[in-house]
């Protein structure tokens, strides 16, 4: 192994002087992120000082006592220069939030590591399933700012004439389906689900769709359209648009039109689903975006994904749940399952198409791209 060349997000120096309680605290960071190495024996500047023996048993005990909940990392010796030096692998954490034995949060931010902010360890405990945003009540918003309309036309899925109910059962339905929090104002999933403009209490809420003329951002822009509303409008509106702005390519065989192979309208409305039910409500100050290009359409939500879920699980079915009440509501308005059966099935449509999708985890936002089959084209497109 060589050093590496400076500290970042995923590497740390550290002198063979370090205490037990900073090395746990950047320990507790690294396993709060993406993991990362610390190298023991080197200085900030680079320069190799060493260890003088041996400091495994001491970097177990650490992450076994000091470490909460514990881990157990990767430790390994080598000389550099005729200089003994260590190398402390830490993996991504999978029981998240950790913390130290005096009770402190870290993350890891570029080169440094801080003390978590509320907003952080919000998202670290939604990320371990141990918090649940879409049940949070909403302290600025009021039961005027939900569609009672389309919370009876809801109730009545189960043969319940919500809008002819007492106002002291119609609080009781709405409460015990998580509409309404204890205190009696709409939760966050409520609010999304069946707010009659969510985005005024919700500013993170929303799609915004744009589609250009190249395979770059920065190509001419053809359209640009952002959707407001109820979460269901919202999914029904930005698929509208997607449908809008794709044009099946075909062929001339003899005297007839042949439209070749395209993706079903099921695989745009299986991504935007995801999309909207799935992403960390959260962050603030970020939409969903949905970005079509020349060659391809991206799918673009705030957040990672949570602790025991990865890429790989994705495609074959895993199934997770960030917001239980969006799952729930969504479910039984029949635009999605609780199966996991949703993206195995973009992928199969992919492959049928002689194409790939593309899932990518990075930073606090997830990416879904979608390519398109050869030849695709879009509504701008002259040549078929």
Same mark, same amino acid.
Do not use: D, T
């Given at each position: 192994m060589k050093i590496p060349r400076a500290e970042n997000q995923y590497i740390e120096f550290k002198s063979e002087k370090v205490s037990a309680k900073k090395l746990a605290e950047e320990i507790v960071a690294f396993a709060n992120g993406e993991g990362g190495e610390i190298w023991l024996g080197i200085e900030d500047d680079r320069q190799v000082t060493g260890i003088s023996r041996s400091y495994e048993e001491d970097v177990m005990n650490i992450c076994r006592e000091g470490v909460i909940p514990p881990l157990r990392p990767s430790y390994q010796e080598m000389e550099i220069d005729n200089v003994k030096v260590a190398c402390i692998e830490i993996p991504k954490g999978v029981d998240r939030p950790y913390y130290t034995s005096n009770n402190r949060y870290f993350i890891r931010v570029g080169s440094t590591k801080r003390i978590? #902010? *509320? &907003? &952080?360890?919000? *998202?670290l405990f939604q990320a371990s399933g141990l918090f649940h945003y879409d049940l949070i009540e909403i302290s600025i918003a009021n039961i005027s700012q939900l569609d009672m309309s389309a919370i009876s036309d809801? !109730?009545? *899925?189960?043969?319940? #004439? !919500?809008?002819n109910e007492s106002e002291e059962e119609k609080l009781r339905l709405l409460t015990a389906s998580d509409i309404l929090g204890e205190n009696g104002r709409p939760t966050v999933g409520g609010a999304l689900v069946f707010?009659?403009?969510?985005? &005024?209490?919700?500013?993170?809420?929303? !799609?915004?769709?744009?589609n250009f003329a190249g395979n770059e951002i920065g190509a001419d822009l053809l359209d640009k359209k952002s959707f407001g509303g109820s979460l269901p409008r919202q999914i029904d509106n930005t698929l509208a648009a997607i449908k809008a702005n794709i044009m099946t390519p075909s062929t001339i065989k003899g005297s007839k039109r042949v439209e070749k192979p395209h993706y079903p309208d099921k695989v745009f409305r299986e991504l935007l689903v995801n999309a909207a039910v799935h992403r960390n409500y959260s962050i603030t100050g970020s939409q969903i975006r949905v970005l079509m290009f020349s060659d391809r359409? &991206? !799918?673009i939500s705030p957040g990672r994904l949570p602790n025991t879920v990865s890429i790989e699980k994705l495609a074959v079915g895993t199934s997770f749940s960030r917001n239980p009440l969006l799952v729930r509501l969504m479910e039984n308005l029949g635009y999605m399952d609780k199966?996991? *059966?949703g993206l195995p099935m973009v992928c199969q449509e992919a492959k049928r198409l002689e194409q790939t999708v593309l899932f990518e985890d990075s930073g606090e936002e997830f990416r879904v791209t979608l390519y398109w089959p050869s030849r695709h084209c879009h509504s701008t497109a002259t040549d078929f």
């Open positions: 978590a #902010s *509320r &907003e &952080e360890l919000v *998202r809801y !109730f009545s *899925r189960y043969k319940i #004439s !919500f809008i707010g009659i403009n969510p985005v &005024e209490i919700l500013p993170q809420a929303g !799609f915004i769709y744009a359409i &991206e !799918f199966l996991g *059966r």
